[in-house]
């Protein structure tokens, strides 16, 4: 397995504890994953969002709740599988008093990574499923299109394999075939079950 490299006197004991990048300074809490400790399935998206900042759960917002459809509609249990980001702090801006999502930097993403590897140490899933560009980079260590990679079982550098899907909230952004491209995302998901369960 590739670690980042990081002197081990600056690895924080703790998420919140983390300065490896600035997103802590703007961030609630940092958000960890949550799942099984040896899950067999790794659900990995691309960072905290406002809900999430706030909460300290992955997920638990509007992309949440369109994920927890999806694992539903795929015959997922959400307290089977390990959910994570790649980054774990919010990145925003502020537009009044509402702080507007922005897409973390590859910087961040490097930067994050290290928590990342933990995860996916101590899980040690067979499936892990990057969910949009950010969580395919940060998994892959490398970037990659969605649309050449969906569907494809790719080999993870620590180990295992990795599907590449997209993010649950661009399916809140569709405004035309949302029910087509959702039913696409569940099967996305049906399909790394199978094979994490193989």
Request: hydrophobic letters at 40%; aromatic letters at 6%; one cysteine or more.
């Amino acid at each position: 397995m590739t670690t980042p490299s990081v002197i081990p006197d600056q690895q924080p004991a703790h998420l919140d504890d983390c300065r490896r990048c600035d997103l802590w300074k703007g961030a609630t809490q940092g958000v960890a994953g949550e799942g099984p400790q040896r899950a067999a399935l790794m659900l990995v998206g691309e960072q905290p969002g406002n809900d999430e900042d706030l909460s300290g759960q992955p997920f638990v917002g509007p992309a949440g709740r369109i994920l927890n459809r999806a694992l539903a509609a795929a015959g997922i249990a959400r307290d089977e599988v390990f959910v994570t980001n790649a980054v774990k702090h919010f990145r925003f801006r502020l537009r009044g008093k509402r702080r507007i999502h922005q897409k973390p930097s590859v910087g961040q993403i490097e930067q994050c990574r290290w928590w990342l590897a933990r995860e996916l140490e101590d899980v040690a899933p067979a499936v892990v499923v990057a969910m949009g560009a950010t969580a395919a980079r940060a998994v892959l260590q490398r970037a990659v299109v969605i649309r050449d990679v969906r569907g494809r079982s790719l080999d993870a550098p620590q180990g295992g394999v990795v599907r590449v899907t997209i993010h649950p909230s661009w399916l809140l952004r569709l405004r035309d075939n949302r029910q087509q491209e959702f039913d696409r995302f569940a099967a996305d998901l049906r399909q790394a079950a199978k094979l994490a369960s193989a």
